[in-house]
């Protein structure tokens, strides 16, 4: 369960296990509104900008920004900045990460680095061993072709 638990470290997507019509959901960033040229709805319907959208680099800036213009304000962290390799969502917040939920025993280690040894795995299982396989049966069926000729 320590392996899911790193390789889910939100637990996100959500599984819906205990629905009878059960689905994997995730925020998908408004697709949709976005290909409008629209604000994500989370986004534009905050009137106070909790939430703000734009490349990582624009967001960081204001973040960086915002603890720098506020001392005391907030913690001098930016969640998601190095967890799991920086994430694509970032908090601030004035409470110290640990005592709002949030997980903090999280590596630097981006996740599909844990996981590039496990593919390549099963790249191997699902390329090579069909292969060998195939050509260990038709070996055998050549050899047993040919055993039947001879008596
Ligand atoms: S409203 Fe916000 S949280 Fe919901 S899907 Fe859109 S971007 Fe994601």
């Known amino acids: 369960m320590q392996v899911l638990h790193d390789l ?8 819906e296990y205990d629905s009878a019509n059960p689905r994997v959901k995730k925020c998908q960033l408004c697709y949709s509104r ?3 040229n629209k604000l ?6 905050c009137p106070r900008e909790a939430l703000l959208f734009g490349t990582r680099r624009a967001v960081m800036d204001i973040a960086k920004e915002r603890i720098y213009q506020n001392p005391g304000k907030y913690v ?14 970032i908090y ?15 590596s630097e280690i981006p996740v599909p680095d844990r996981t590039k040894g496990f593919l ?14 195939l050509g260990l049966s038709m070996a055998r069926k050549k050899k047993e072709g040919g055993s039947e ?3």
Do not use: N
């Open 120 to 133: 390549f795995g099963v790249a191997q299982v699902l390329l090579i061993w069909p292969v060998f396989l």
């Open 149 to 151: 000729g001879k008596e």
């Open 76 to 89: 001098r962290q930016i969640y998601g900045e190095r967890e799991v390799g920086g994430t694509g969502w």
């Open 34 to 36: 976005l290909k409008e």
């Open 8 to 15: 889910l470290p939100f637990e996100i997507p959500k599984f």
């Open 92 to 106: 601030l917040s004035k409470a110290p990460f640990s005592e709002i939920g949030f997980r903090t025993d999280l």
């Open 40 to 45: 994500p709805a989370c986004v534009e319907a």
